[in-house]
């Protein structure tokens, strides 16, 4: 196979960034060095620091109740009308911690280690031991704060194994643990508000930040109902918005997620790294039509017992069960035979693809795969799996309207979390100093792919523990601040910025809605660099986005005014955003012309279709700085250095 | 800002989170709340229930002739001698029920305007809800404030009581339903009875904390066996006059 | 399939509002009831009307944001959330009504969108552990009944949407402290501020303009979580325990 080159046009070079803020020394010592090093603000002067905090979700809720517990003032911002509704609700699985509580031979290292591989080799180390030593504290934390974790009969907590490690290491609470621990945070950070040591502006939409003199002081952001834009000051600002798979428009997301907080910070001079690392689940529910709004997850323990299988013949539209046993292809347990069907994610969703593209997928417009479970009822009984699975299949039955005990499930990949986002040090700070990145808005600990269980713990960590140590440091290196005003020159030209966009929108007038603009722009990335990306897909996407960008603001049409509750105005500003940010994925993905995690390259896999990684040239992460709207960004590399963990090929054969 | 979450200066910033500075006695705390009200309201109503169940115990008597019925009556006024003089026990006994109406209506009347308050707005589809002994709570209430009105003023003052004779009940409640009024209010208000306390004794078991999941099917069935009791011990005795069984 | 969609209009808090019916085509069964109204709302952003302003975020029934009462019940007919109500549940030719919660604690702000905030001010009011981050003692330090960690979990289940006030004739909020209330009694973390939590929250739901409670049991038929009705009595034994004084 020929290696595709890397050079293009469409980017420059500049100069390599290096972590400054990471300390040298032994991996498990740098996160207790870094502490000690780290300047302190004097309680008494913590009141006159505001803090500004966009997001509510597990990291920035625990954020911003950690920094009003420490003494300063928070502004906390969210779309949604109660902070109690961010996204990381529906996380379903469970949080990894390396308590040790099974005697399996868990421990900070392998946590460590398990992430660093799963992450095929793209994050940084410093960041990932932190992340597992943090882990065990988060598990005390979320005890104390009331979280009803699951427990066995001695009154200890329980755990179970998932994403395919060997330990037991997954605390959980049912399958709504995402949803347990956000309502902890959101209870810490209601008592805050109840102090008054947080100001809670729910319903409101950061739309830009506030750069002075270098560093972020503040944001622009829209409250959703009066639709007043007004800029709000602050010492330091935190962006803990998520992620931003709803690029894709169907994925599993929120449907108001979005990517604008970060792409603005971005255009603010933040950079973005590792833009094309986006997680493909492989267990979600098909779509069934062009009105489909957004994607259901399933719980991935469902390929413990069930079979995935498509039939053998293309375009075979017989009902499942009248499919003879020889006719079907377990396609997984025939590629893989030592894995199966417990293959990682990111393999079991482009064996998917595969099938569906060589015409083989079954339900409507052939893009499914079956789950079987009728192995499963027959070793097992009925009521064990349901014992099991009940609550997933009910979940299943409601959306389809089809009973999984009598017909096997369809299942397809979907777009669900997206490991890259703004660049941060070690501090997670960006490239804006006083310009936090938290959670899934920041790329740093799960390289190319996320393992399961881990999204939780990395929001909590950021939110609770390193964070609030981090700011603390920032603040009291930069004690002076004020003097920032409404009157400011990069104040007014922010919120002039801010508004002319919405009233450029409103102007418009054209004949297509906002969403058939992200409708379109959602399947061309899907089809281009979604599963599997290759060099003529992304040129072809490259080519088309800006013409689709063009088109938006000629052909979009939003009613309605600006100063009010204008939910199409919402969708169509954040639009704008996705079809910048699309651009620099498919860049990214462009550029790296390596497979790994969840950036497949076709031109880039060994001879068995395995996703092939190429350190030589690949071993750093991107970190992409924005010049203009179509201009040729510019690439920092950042060299990833491994020291404990030694870059192996992944082999699930 | 209509949404804005109110931090510092919403009523229940002052109420919580720092010491205060007077915190409210726990009578005040009680009265204000509308769970104190409902147990108010639960109270009475048990004290209510309770006087009831002696009531129609008292009434059934008339089944067993004149001298009987009529010598209860007088045995009421003596309630409690030698230690009481005349007629204090009934007084006390009075006074405990009055309290216990008004009680019981105050926290009725004030429940319900905040209840009403709180769903200014109905929807344009409607539906059914509840059940009906529910739905009833406040116009039965409501009648069974007025018959209780009529109830003195016909057999304890027999002010409304044409045939009326001071010191003969038996003959005073044969009289009563010797009226197709009398019938006619008397029934009415007992099927009320029976509705309010269906709803009323299950409502007070949950309001005092008496229950939970296990224990509630025992308290529907208790609710539903005082409420038919009740109602068809007092029914009987204008039943007994209509079909000639008394007197 | 072909419905008459009726939805409740109101452009901002203070304007009157109104019921205003509109024909749509070309519903597929397999959408949610959210999709039949994005639907609606792409028509009618192209025939240059004001489109439907409902909220709803997650789609998969955990975030609590959808609020819609669908022919007088609060989610619609079936028991679970609006955004995991499929048009299977309707008949082509059926005309549905669709309004926005209704209780003087949940202001209307612009057609079907409603404002909660008066739910994140219960749970301010002490619907929390006070552990600030750092100061836990280790996990297994006390150990939990799994009962308790059950019973409670059954209660923390609770999306705040919103329901149980919607369908309540009180408009009242007993179920929804309730669950909170329950959760943190029944853990020892929520041993210490017991009395004070139940005595705040209860007076904070009364203060925010909500009605008491008539044991209708309206709000566990249309929660989506079945939190239990038993939980209100489980409410009332706490708060009258905590008028006690705490324990020692």
């Excluded at chain 1, 010592?29 to 004097?42: H, I, S």
């Excluded at chain 3, 566990?220 to 939190?227: L, M, N, Q, V």
């Amino acid at each position: 196979m020929s290696q595709p080159s890397t050079e293009y046009t469409d980017y420059t070079t500049g100069a390599p960034i290096a972590d400054t803020a990471a300390p040298s020394g032994p991996v498990a010592e740098r996160w207790d060095r870094r502490r000690f090093q780290a300047k302190l603000v004097n309680p008494a002067n913590r009141r006159r620091h505001t803090v500004i905090v966009v997001g509510a979700g597990l990291a920035g809720g625990a954020a911003g109740a950690t920094l009003a517990e420490q003494g300063y003032r928070v502004e906390q911002f969210c779309y949604q009308d109660s902070p109690r509704r961010a996204h990381s609700i529906a996380a379903q699985g469970g949080i990894n911690a390396a308590k040790n509580y099974r005697n399996d031979g868990d421990s900070v290292r392998r946590l460590f280690y398990d992430t660093v591989k799963g992450g095929d080799f793209r994050a940084r180390e410093s960041n990932v031991h932190r992340l597992a030593q943090i882990s065990v504290d988060i598990i005390d934390q979320c005890v104390a704060q009331g979280v009803p974790f699951a427990r066995e009969y001695g009154g200890l907590l329980d755990t179970r194994s998932f994403g395919g490690v060997q330990v037991s290491r997954t605390f959980y609470a049912r399958g709504q643990t995402g949803q347990q621990l956000l309502l902890g945070a959101y209870q810490a950070l209601s008592r805050q508000i109840a102090a008054g040591n947080v100001t809670m502006h729910p319903r409101t939409e950061m739309l830009d930040l506030i750069v002075v003199d270098g560093r972020a002081r503040g944001i622009v952001a829209r409250d959703l109902v009066s639709g007043t834009v007004t800029a709000y000051h602050a010492d330091a600002v935190v962006l803990a918005t998520g992620g931003y798979g709803n690029v894709f428009y169907l994925s599993t997301n929120a449907m108001n997620s979005n990517a604008t907080a970060v792409w603005r910070a971005h255009r603010r001079g933040a950079y973005f790294a590792n833009p094309c690392f986006t997680q493909i689940h492989p267990t979600c529910i098909p779509r069934t039509g062009d009105h489909q709004s957004k994607l259901t997850l399933m719980s991935e323990s469902l390929r413990n017992d069930g079979r995935i299988w498509a039939p053998k013949a293309p375009g075979d539209t017989r009902p499942p069960n009248e499919i003879p046993e020889e006719q079907r292809d377990y396609y997984l347990e025939r590629v893989y035979p030592s894995f199966g069907n417990l293959v990682p994610r990111d393999i079991a969703s482009r064996a998917a693809k595969n099938v569906c593209d060589e015409g083989r997928g079954v339900g409507p417009g052939g893009q499914g795969v079956y789950l079987d479970f009728a192995d499963a009822i027959r070793r097992m009984g009925r009521a064990n799996v349901s014992a099991k699975y009940g609550n997933l299949f009910e979940m299943y039955e409601r959306i389809t309207a089809e009973n999984p005990y009598d017909v096997p499930m369809r299942i397809y990949p979907a777009v669900h979390y997206t490991m890259g986002g703004l660049w941060v040090d070690y501090d997670l700070q960006t490239t804006v100093p006083g310009l936090f990145a938290i959670g899934e808005a920041n790329f740093s600990d799960h390289g190319a792919n996320r393992l399961g269980a881990s999204a939780l713990m990395q929001g909590l960590a950021d939110g609770y523990f390193v964070l609030p140590a981090t700011v603390n440091d920032y603040l009291a290196r930069n004690p002076h601040h004020g003097g920032v005003d409404d009157s400011h020159p990069a104040v007014t030209e922010a919120l002039a910025a801010a508004e002319d966009r919405l009233r450029r929108l409103l102007a418009a007038g054209g004949d297509r809605t906002p969403d058939s603009f992200h409708c379109e722009i959602g399947e061309l990335m899907w089809d281009c660099c979604g599963m599997s990306r290759t060099e003529e897909g992304l040129r072809k996407a490259l080519d088309r986005i800006p013409l689709i960008r063009e088109e938006f603001w000629r052909r979009v049409r939003v009613p309605g005014a600006g100063e009010e509750l204008n939910q199409t105005l919402e969708k169509a500003n954040r639009i704008v955003d996705y079809l910048e940010l699309a651009e620099l994925m498919c860049l990214d993905a462009l550029h790296r012309a390596e497979s790994c995690g969840g950036h497949f390259r076709e031109e880039s896999q060994t001879p068995d279709g395995e996703a092939a990684r190429r350190d030589e040239e690949f071993s750093y992460a991107a970190a992409w700085e924005f010049t203009a709207t179509g201009a040729a960004p510019v690439l920092h590399r950042e060299d990833l250095v491994f020291e404990y963990v030694h870059p192996t090929q992944r082999s699930y054969a | 800002m209509v949404l804005a979450t109110r931090t510092r200066t919403g009523r229940t910033a002052r109420t919580h989170g720092r010491p205060q500075a007077r915190p409210p006695s726990v009578a005040r705390l009680f009265w204000r709340s509308t769970l104190g009200k409902k147990t108010v309201m639960a109270a009475s109503g048990l004290i209510m229930l309770a006087y009831l169940t002696a009531h129609v115990m008292g009434n059934l008597k008339v089944f067993f002739g004149p001298e009987e019925f009529n010598a209860y009556g007088h045995w009421l006024r003596e309630m409690g001698a030698p230690v009481l003089h005349r007629e204090w026990g009934l007084w006390l006994v009075r006074i405990l029920l009055l309290a216990a109406v008004a009680a019981h209506a105050v926290s009725a009347c004030q429940l319900s305007r905040r209840d009403i308050r709180a769903r200014p707005t109905a929807y344009a589809h409607k539906r059914p809800r509840a059940s009906y002994a529910t739905r009833t709570m406040r116009w039965g209430g409501f009648i069974l404030g007025l018959f209780i009105v009529w109830h003195l003023l016909d057999l304890t003052t027999l002010t409304v009581n044409e045939n009326a004779q001071p010191g003969r009940p038996y003959e005073n409640v044969v009289a009563t339903f010797s009226t197709w009024y009398g019938n006619v209010i008397y029934i009415t208000a007992m099927l009320a009875l029976g509705l309010h306390i269906r709803h009323g004794f299950h409502s007070a078991a949950q309001t005092l904390g008496v229950g939970g999941a296990a224990r509630d099917r025992a308290l529907r069935a208790a609710a539903d066996l005082l409420a038919l009791a009740l109602t068809a011990g007092f029914i009987a005795v204008p039943v007994a006059v209509l079909t000639g069984v008394v007197s | 399939m072909k419905l008459t969609v009726r939805v409740w209009r109101q452009r901002d808090a203070e304007a009157p509002g109104a019921m205003a019916a509109y024909q749509i085509d070309g519903i597929s069964e397999d959408m949610s009831f959210l999709e039949m109204l994005d639907t609606l709302n792409e028509h009618l952003i192209l025939s240059g009307e004001d489109p439907v302003a409902f909220d709803h975020d997650c789609r998969e029934g955990i975030c609590g944001a959808c609020s819609l009462v669908i022919n007088g019940d609060a989610h619609g007919p079936e028991r679970t959330t609006a955004c995991q109500l499929h048009m299977r549940s309707f008949a082509d030719g059926d005309t549905v009504d669709v309004e926005p919660w209704r209780a003087a604690a949940f202001p209307v702000v612009k057609d079907l969108v409603v404002d909660r905030s008066a739910f994140d001010r219960i749970i301010q009011a002490g619907g929390y552990v006070t552990a600030p981050t750092g100061s836990a003692p280790e996990a297994h330090a006390a150990a939990v009944p799994k009962e308790a960690a059950d019973h409670a979990f059954e209660h923390a289940e609770c999306i705040g949407c919103g329901a149980c006030v919607a369908a309540c004739p009180n408009g009242s909020a007993m179920l929804f402290t309730s669950a909170k209330v329950n959760h943190l009694a029944a853990l020892p973390q929520g041993a210490p501020e017991r009395e004070r939590r139940v005595l705040d929250m209860v007076a904070t739901m009364d203060a925010e303009g909500f009605g008491g409670c008539t044991l209708t049991g309206e709000c566990a038929t249309a929660c989506p979580k079945g939190i239990p009705l038993p939980s209100i009595t489980a409410m009332n034994r706490e708060w009258l325990r905590a008028l006690r004084g705490p324990r020692r």
